[in-house]
């Protein structure tokens, strides 16, 4: 398994797209996402997408130079039409709407439609964070890319529909939430198949809905599904993502008749300093998180950590150490590289 430096994985994920049809900035933009998504760790939504991203353009999924549209606009929502662009920049031009907008207006929701893949959900709320906003979003697949049963089924009815949740602090780098509602991310069953290991028990059926610890029984022929995470309740959750990014946005919920699989998303933005004191408003939280890491701690930990925290241990050691890249996956990159003439140096 190489380890590779982000600078590195970066350019060559940017050339691969530019050199299959991506626009430049289109490149730079999906290739920048998809490294600094490894680099925090989630290896689900870096670089083993490449080969997947390359093949939809391929297959003329993704519409290469296109812009966001905004289809309706007032002073407390706009709804937004991604034209099936790439997900990573229609996401964060729809993302530098709502934060402009909500910065002004103090609050703001916003709703879009025909994104490809938008790649990590917690991206776009961090970068309402770091403009001192809180954010809330909700995502689901256009109604296609059903992986998850519901609890009590056995068969793929929904999609991992995650949530995110960002919030800023002016003493430390932004709180942030970013959670899918199924117990495990398809991509990390993929990832584990390439890499031969097992998953962890409680994360996905077989096709005749056994208990399977085996990414093959997920992956097909026949195909398997994802478990919502914490049963029930992680259902409950994924459910309702499904209808608030769906339904609101005219995407549409999971459904047989999906025409094809992306992202629809719906997300709020809040200005804290148009409810309260800012100042205030920050050293509340830091009082509460000062407060929850003061609990004495259970057996075999030595830290509590809060949401976002694990992400920046990971990525300072993957800044100094490098990105593992499995070997399957890498030998799927330098393949789709040779393909189209890039150098993988």
């Known amino acids: 398994m190489p380890n590779v430096c982000a600078a590195q994985l970066e350019a060559l994920a940017s050339n691969i797209l530019y050199s299959a049809g991506a626009m430049r900035e289109e490149s730079r933009i999906v290739g920048h996402a998809l490294v600094d998504a490894n680099l925090d760790g989630h290896d689900s939504h870096g670089v083993v997408r490449i080969p997947q991203y390359v093949k939809w353009m391929e297959e003329g999924l993704i519409n290469n130079g296109v812009c966001l549209e905004v289809v309706k606009e007032t002073e407390s929502y706009a709804?937004?039409?991604?034209?099936?662009?790439?997900?990573q920049v229609v996401g964060r031009q729809a993302m530098d709407f709502a934060i402009r907008k909500a910065s002004r207006t103090g609050a703001l929701t916003i709703s879009v439609k025909q994104c490809c893949h938008?790649?990590?959900?917690?991206?776009?709320p961090l970068m309402a964070a770091r403009a001192g906003l809180v954010a809330i979003m909700f995502v689901n697949s256009h109604g296609g890319?059903?992986?998850?049963?519901?609890?009590?089924?056995r068969e793929r009815r929904i999609s991992a529909n995650p949530i995110s949740i960002a919030i800023p602090r002016n003493s430390s780098p932004p709180i942030l939430i970013d959670?899918?509602?199924?117990?495990?991310a398809g991509g990390k069953v993929t990832i584990a198949y390439h890499s031969g290991k097992p998953i962890p028990p409680g994360c996905i059926l077989d096709a005749e809905g056994r208990p399977s610890t085996n990414p093959a029984d997920f992956l097909g022929s026949p195909q398997g599904a994802l478990l919502p995470f914490g049963g029930h309740?992680?259902?409950?959750?994924?459910?309702?993502?499904?209808?608030?990014?769906?339904?609101?946005?005219?995407?549409?919920?999971s459904r047989p008749t999906a025409k094809r699989s992306g992202?629809?998303?719906?997300a709020t933005l809040l200005d804290p300093a148009q409810f309260r004191d800012r100042e205030m408003f920050y050293q509340e939280v830091d009082q509460f998180v000062d407060y929850v890491k003061s609990s004495?701690?259970?057996?075999?930990?030595?830290?509590i950590l809060i949401p976002g925290e694990p992400e920046r241990k990971k990525r300072k050691r993957r800044e100094k150490e490098g990105i593992p890249v499995d070997d399957e996956t890498w030998r799927q990159i330098l393949e789709t590289a040779k393909r189209y003439g890039v150098d993988a140096g």
């Open 296 to 303: 004495e701690m259970a057996e075999g930990f030595t830290e």
């Open 145 to 153: 890319g059903q992986l998850v049963a519901p609890w009590g089924g």
């Open 79 to 87: 709804i937004m039409d991604g034209k099936w662009g790439w997900g």
């Open 263 to 266: 992202n629809s998303f719906t």
């Open 118 to 124: 938008i790649g990590r959900a917690g991206d776009y």
């Open 179 to 184: 959670i899918s509602t199924c117990a495990i």
């Open 233 to 253: 309740k992680g259902f409950a959750l994924g459910f309702a993502v499904d209808i608030l990014a769906g339904a609101i946005s005219g995407a549409g919920c």
